[in-house]
């Protein structure tokens, strides 16, 4: 059998299989047509403030929740709003999660069964924070859409409705059923997703063939990617405290141990001037670099320069391609976020904080283990606070972690996608790690033990999560054809698997 699935899977791959292509051209002509309408809903979904950051901002989650909703019913989908409860605030208020969206459309036996996972939930954003635009207010330049969740992750989760609705506007037959998961709380850590993975692992996910995130980005500005590993996360929370009141720096400078220079101290710990992490043990279990790993690095084409500009600095820590990669997918990276407590305002206040927060992460590879690394940074830090002999007090806590991921690439999954790209895009996509973290990747993987991909449609330079969020409308629109050509790819190589298994099985 083993031999009969590689042979169908080479098939596949060269083209064999029946054409579809008249089909795919009547879906992208109505796509084409219809893009203005795409771009529409997009902007009235951006000017939703659904920050899921600060719990002012909750209710608008809450509604961008319901918005998707309705968007899915109107599709005829089943549609359940799950009540996730809710949590405590660092002030100890309790504030309600917004709710979850499972949905389904379609219940038949025959066809294969596609979950989409997407949030819709955005990182702050204000003008005065450094936009050219307002970020509630989708806006297009040079073909390119400004706006907070332009590309992470309301755009893809539009694009993959759109392909859906493109079917059912030309009363087309959908070749898969289609499952939803969509979320609103994914930029503060996905509080209580897991929980609804494991509690539906018998329902909701027992029929599911396939999950499919979208909710990163490309390596280039112009080649598609498919992405088949990621990132872990450790996120820290160093706190120094030295009293209960902010002291006039006047009347107490010179004389006491201050908080910020204990932390700054802390701080400048972590890491070397060549982002090397100082900390015991880090790199322990970080897998040796094979020759034959090496060689994939090499054959991915990558444009250092582009890269480069699309982060708007004027040099990295490393100068090769391979480097870079590396340093980004194989290797863990610690950053410094932010510290809380301290003055940020424009002018001058002289003040000593009473109690400043460092705040940083660690980005975790395969095989490193979140436990351990806690215990390390912690022992860590203890160490370096207990050399200042200051009298201050030390307190370290780990707010949110997630583990990394790494998929199979020779799924039927990727296959079906890699052949869609090849469709809609005319190329091959490249194979890529991503450096960042999307936790429900591992969570889907480890509860479900169903396929799950990656397809990204956003390009390198979409910056999500900074002041130039965009995503262009030509990958919106060509991501929207993606997701189409996906769900007949996936279909006819579903056929052919379970043509092949039935006949292995009779003879």
Not at 193 to 221: A, M, P
Not at 384 to 413: E, G, T, Y
Not at 430 to 452: C, H, L, W, Y
Request: a negative charge.
């Amino acid at each position: 059998m083993i031999l009969a699935l590689s042979v169908i899977m080479l098939l596949f791959e060269a083209g064999v299989s029946s054409s579809s292509s008249g089909l795919e051209n009547q879906i992208f002509q109505y796509i084409d047509l219809h893009q203005n309408e795409f771009i529409q809903t997009l902007k009235e979904w951006v000017a939703v403030e659904s920050d899921s950051i600060q719990p002012a901002l909750r209710q608008k989650v809450t509604r961008m929740v319901e918005l998707t909703a309705d968007r899915l019913r109107d599709l005829g989908a089943t549609v359940e709003l799950v009540k996730l409860g809710s949590h405590k605030l660092p002030d100890v208020q309790s504030l309600l999660l917004p709710p979850l969206i499972l949905a389904e459309l379609g219940k038949d036996p025959q066809k294969p069964t596609v979950c989409f996972y997407g949030h819709v939930d955005v990182q702050p954003a204000k003008k005065e924070d450094g936009w050219k635009t307002d970020p509630y207010t989708l806006t297009e330049i040079d073909g390119n859409l400004y706006g907070r969740g332009a590309t992470d992750n309301k755009g893809p989760v539009l694009a993959w409705i759109n392909a859906v609705e493109s079917f059912k506007a030309l009363k087309l037959d959908i070749p898969v059923n289609l499952k939803f998961i969509i979320e609103g709380m994914e930029e503060a850590g996905s509080l209580g997703l897991e929980e609804i993975v494991k509690k539906e692992n018998q329902r909701f996910f027992s029929d599911v063939d396939y999950i499919v995130i979208s909710d990163n980005l490309w390596l280039s500005n112009r080649k598609p990617a498919l992405t088949y590993g990621t990132r872990g996360n450790i996120c820290f929370s160093v706190e120094v405290r030295c009293g209960e009141r902010d002291l006039h720096s006047g009347s107490f400078g010179g004389i006491i141990h201050e908080p910020m220079t204990d932390l700054i101290a802390l701080l400048d710990s972590l890491v070397d001037t060549s982002g090397r992490i100082l900390i015991p043990g880090v790199y322990d279990d970080v897998a040796s670099l094979m020759e034959e790993e090496k060689k994939l690095y090499e054959a991915i084409e990558f444009d250092l320069e582009e890269y480069k500009n699309n982060s708007g600095v004027k040099k990295f820590l490393y100068d090769t391609k391979e480097e870079i990669l590396m340093h980004l997918w194989r290797y863990p990276s610690l950053s410094i976020h932010g510290i809380e407590g301290a003055f940020h305002e424009p002018g001058i206040k002289t003040v000593i904080p009473a109690r400043v927060i460092g705040k940083f992460s660690i980005r975790q590879v395969p095989h490193m283990n979140i436990s351990i690394g806690e215990h390390q940074v912690i022992k860590y830090l203890q160490d370096v606070f207990s050399k200042r002999n200051s009298p201050n007090k030390l307190k370290v806590s780990v707010p949110i972690s997630a583990m990394p991921w790494v998929a199979d690439i020779n799924d039927p999954l990727y296959t079906a996608a890699r052949r869609a790209i090849k469709t809609v895009f005319g190329q091959d996509p490249e194979m890529i790690r991503d450096g960042s973290t999307i936790p429900i990747a591992q969570t889907f993987q480890n509860i479900t033990r169903k396929s799950v991909m990656m397809l990204p449609i956003g390009a390198a330079d979409d910056a999500e999560h900074s002041q130039k969020e965009k995503i262009s409308r030509h990958n919106y629109i060509q991501g929207t054809k993606l997701f189409a050509t996906l769900f007949l790819e996936i279909a006819k190589l579903h056929g052919q698997l379970q043509e092949v298994s039935n006949t292995t099985t009779t003879n």
